[in-house]
């Protein structure tokens, strides 16, 4: 079975410092991996996805994450923060048989100081 | 420019009242979702339709159907509300429910109940 990890549940930036939000991930296949983001009280917005292509994958507002198959990892980075980044950020794998289920993690939120 | 569009935003019933939630999309998807996100959690799948095949996921209680009238529209219904039913319900389409495709979010309906 598919699942993912977000190892951190909250993570504080200064804005201008770099991001850096953590997943790992189990699939026996090669999985498809999400990461989007959710501002209080709004739906789920997509940052950026991987589906076996490049593996450094290049998302909205800055944002990038790299697959790395012998971490398990799909981090996401930015490199400089900005106040409006302050959100939850969810990890996310597509089921690998039969139809597309979205398994999520728990959720990382965002801080960002001024 | 909305994609997948939630109405209303905001709903209150009171307990045992049943209530509907209404979600329409311009992206002309066969796949329509509806998930449940109940505070600081990740968002929990109840069921979708593949066009007008509907597939209830085994965990999602009798209290809650929805209806798919046409490819554009679908509905949650909450048949007896009880304060445990308290969330933000969110839509979500998707082209045809591969593993590699983006599920598009709605921006959600948060239901309170009395």
């Known amino acids: 079975a598919q699942s993912v990890t977000q190892l951190d549940s909250h993570v504080s930036v200064s804005e201008g410092t770099p991001v850096l939000l953590r997943c790992n991930y189990s699939?026996?296949?090669?999985?498809?991996l999400f990461w989007y983001v959710q501002h209080p009280n709004k739906g789920l917005q997509l940052l950026l996805k991987?589906?076996?292509?490049?593996?450094l994958v290049k998302g909205i507002n800055g944002f990038e994450a790299e697959f790395k198959k012998s971490e398990t990892s799909f981090h996401l980075t930015k490199p400089s923060a900005h106040m409006s980044d302050a959100a939850e950020y969810f990890c996310?794998?597509?089921?690998?048989?039969?139809?597309?289920?979205?398994?999520f993690g728990t959720g990382t939120r965002l801080l960002v100081s001024p | 420019d909305a994609m997948v569009i939630q109405n209303p935003r905001y709903q209150v019933t009171q307990f045992g009242k049943p209530v509907t939630l209404s979600c329409s999309q311009t992206l002309n998807h066969n796949v329509m979702y509806w998930y449940q996100q109940k505070s600081s959690q990740a968002p929990k799948l109840l069921f979708h339709?593949?066009?007008?095949?509907?597939?209830n996921e085994a965990d999602t209680p009798d209290n809650f159907q929805s209806r798919r009238p046409n490819t554009s529209f679908c509905f949650l219904d909450i048949r007896s509300p009880g304060l445990g039913d308290a969330a933000m319900y969110l839509c979500?389409?998707?082209?045809?429910?591969?593993?590699?495709?983006?599920?598009?979010f709605g921006p959600g309906t948060r239901l309170t109940v009395l």
């Open positions: 991987y589906t076996s292509a490049a593996t």
């Open positions: 699939s026996s296949y090669s999985p498809s």
């Open positions: 996310v794998v597509s089921t690998n048989t039969g139809f597309q289920k979205l398994v």
């Open positions: 339709y593949y066009d007008k095949d509907f597939n």
């Open positions: 979500a389409t998707s082209r045809v429910g591969l593993r590699t495709d983006t599920q598009y």
